[in-house]
């Protein structure tokens, strides 16, 4: 089962520009987090946002965490061609289990 | 430090053949998981381990999947009987501990190929 829906499903843009990637789930939450993957490698974990926290950035990346709505976002301003990846968002369902969605796909271009 | 650690990177079976997975997390990790991906698609849970409590199987797809932790460390995925549906990349994940009240991050491996043919 998901958790997190990424949307959109696959993003292309120009070096430099910003990028963001959106994420919905469904049950509540103490902790979302954000994982980039590049293509034949494993997961690498990027940012935590906890549920009492509106907003976090870590360098280049911006995460906004809106519990009402059940979303969060990640923004990567003056993408690079080193930042094509998929990327994910993931979260705790009933349990212990992450549970991961099924990504946005960025490619930047230079 | 080493990280986690997955073997073989790929591998080909026929169908109706077993398969064994091995990762090795990261040192004093508690917690290790188990996912599967499919091309283009995103992690599918399969199993975690916690310590010594007994794993969450509630991902396993057919009774087919098994998994077991030996001494807290190395986990082996064995699939039984393989089907061509099974091909997919099998990722291994460690953390400190897991649960979402400690904030620990997972850490994974690069996977493991699995093509059935």
């Known amino acids: 089962s998901q958790q997190g829906e990424e949307d959109p499903q696959a993003l292309s843009i120009q070096e430099g520009e910003n990028a963001t990637m959106n994420c919905s789930y469904k049950?509540?939450?103490?902790?979302l987090q954000w994982y980039r993957q590049n293509s034949g490698r494993g997961l690498v974990h990027l940012i935590l946002i906890r549920s009492n926290e509106r907003e976090k950035h870590s360098g280049r990346l911006r995460v906004t965490l809106d519990t009402s709505k059940k979303s969060s976002s990640l923004l990567i301003t003056a993408s690079r061609a080193a930042d094509t990846a998929s990327y994910f968002c993931a979260s705790y369902q009933a349990g212990t289990a992450l549970i991961f969605g099924k990504g946005t796909t960025l490619s930047v271009s230079s | 430090g080493a990280g986690v650690s997955q073997s073989p990177s790929n591998k080909v079976t026929e169908k109706g053949k077993d398969v064994e997975l091995r990762c090795d997390p990261i040192?004093?990790?508690?917690?290790l998981y188990w996912y599967r991906q499919s091309l283009g698609q995103g992690l599918e849970f399969l199993i975690y381990f916690q310590g010594n409590s007994a794993p969450d199987k509630s991902g396993l797809p057919s009774d087919r999947f098994s998994a077991e932790r030996t001494g807290g460390s190395v986990s082996t995925l064995t699939i039984q009987r393989t089907q061509q549906e099974d091909s997919a990349v099998y990722l291994c994940?460690?953390?400190?501990?897991?649960?979402?009240?400690?904030?620990?991050?997972?850490?994974f491996g690069n996977g493991t190929r699995l093509t059935v043919t």
């Open positions: 049950t509540s939450i103490n902790n």
């Open positions: 040192s004093g990790h508690t917690a």
């Open positions: 994940a460690s953390s400190l501990v897991a649960g979402e009240d400690y904030n620990s991050p997972l850490h």
